[in-house]
């Protein structure tokens, strides 16, 4: 019975990013057509927090705690050099995130260079905030990200691999939930898709390196918190706010 319970939420998982990827990609010509992107922030956040909201309860009903999902103080018992290599990557990563959210609060130049740059790429142009009320709910969604993404497709997901199949290789545990993360990005073209699968299994492997959940939630919110300010800000429409 407790086999196929964990079945059962090991189907969710593959079910909900591809009814989330479908959904996304419907509605991605209305969001960038009427550029009302709170409305897009509100509807992520609730997609975010529909699946670690069931995964909770579930797992509540279940008898898996929070420490078995990766809610557990760190520890270093891995493999030293795995450990290592780990480490090195998310701290290059959590540099740049710094030195980005840096410059993007303090240089005008640097936010014009990234304006640039985004003009270019329809999703990007669709999806960065440019509102003070828009940079706001973006802050809320990088927040939510870093909780809900790192539970259920981190945490959560390298428990259910290895409480359903115990003898499951590491690169498998790193690579499936992956897999199924980057399948919700569909609506970034496949470039988007590999980039998430990548990031994704690095998250993985730091959960891995350290036994917990804290790193890679704080990781991956400094992450999405940089992408906040890219752009310099705007005075928020009227028109759309009566609109929503």
Same mark, same amino acid.
């Given at each position: 019975?407790?086999?196929?319970?964990?079945?059962?939420?090991?189907?969710?998982?593959?079910?909900?990013?591809?009814? @989330?990827?479908?959904?996304?990609?419907?509605?991605?010509?209305?969001?960038?057509?009427?550029? *009302?992107?709170?409305?897009?922030?509100?509807?992520?956040? #609730?997609? /975010? %927090?529909?699946?670690?909201?069931?995964?909770?309860?579930?797992?509540?009903?279940?008898?898996?705690?929070?420490?078995? *999902?990766?809610?557990?103080? *760190?520890?270093? &018992?891995? &493999?030293? %050099?795995?450990?290592?290599?780990?480490?090195?990557?998310?701290?290059? /990563?959590?540099?740049? @995130?710094?030195?980005?959210?840096?410059?993007?609060?303090? @240089?005008?130049?640097?936010?014009? $260079?990234?304006? #640039?740059? *985004?003009?270019?790429?329809?999703?990007?142009?669709?999806?960065?905030?440019?509102?003070?009320?828009?940079?706001?709910?973006?802050?809320?969604?990088?927040?939510?990200?870093?909780?809900?993404?790192?539970?259920?497709?981190?945490?959560?997901?390298?428990?259910?691999?290895? #409480?359903?199949?115990?003898?499951?290789?590491?690169?498998?545990?790193?690579?499936?939930?992956?897999?199924?993360?980057?399948?919700?990005?569909?609506?970034?073209? %496949?470039?988007?898709?590999?980039?998430?699968?990548?990031?994704?299994?690095?998250?993985?492997?730091?959960?891995?390196?350290?036994? @917990?959940?804290?790193?890679?939630?704080?990781?991956?919110?400094?992450?999405?918190?940089? &992408?906040?300010?890219?752009?310099?800000?705007?005075?928020?429409? $009227?028109?759309?706010?009566?609109?929503?």
């Amino acid at each position: 019975m407790y086999i196929t319970f964990l079945i059962l939420l090991f189907i969710f998982m593959l079910a909900f990013p591809i009814a @989330s990827a479908l959904k996304e990609k419907k509605s991605k010509d209305v969001v960038r057509k009427e550029k *009302i992107r709170r409305i897009k922030y509100h509807k992520t956040i #609730a997609l /975010m %927090w529909t699946p670690a909201i069931v995964v909770l309860i579930m797992s509540f009903i279940g008898g898996i705690s929070l420490a078995d *999902i990766g809610f557990r103080g *760190i520890n270093f &018992n891995h &493999n030293t %050099w795995f450990t290592a290599i780990t480490l090195a990557i998310c701290g290059l /990563m959590f540099v740049h @995130s710094l030195y980005t959210l840096i410059f993007s609060l303090t @240089s005008k130049k640097f936010r014009e $260079k990234k304006k #640039a740059e *985004i003009v270019d790429d329809d999703v990007a142009s669709a999806i960065f905030p440019r509102t003070k009320k828009e940079k706001c709910l973006f802050a809320i969604m990088a927040l939510s990200s870093g909780i809900c993404e790192e539970l259920v497709y981190r945490g959560f997901a390298a428990f259910l691999l290895q #409480a359903i199949f115990p003898e499951i290789p590491i690169l498998l545990i790193v690579l499936i939930p992956n897999m199924l993360f980057g399948i919700g990005h569909l609506y970034q073209g %496949w470039q988007g898709v590999i980039e998430t699968v990548v990031v994704g299994a690095i998250f993985m492997c730091l959960l891995l390196a350290t036994g @917990s959940l804290i790193l890679p939630m704080a990781l991956h919110f400094m992450i999405e918190l940089s &992408n906040t300010f890219l752009l310099s800000e705007e005075k928020d429409n $009227k028109q759309d706010e009566t609109s929503i």
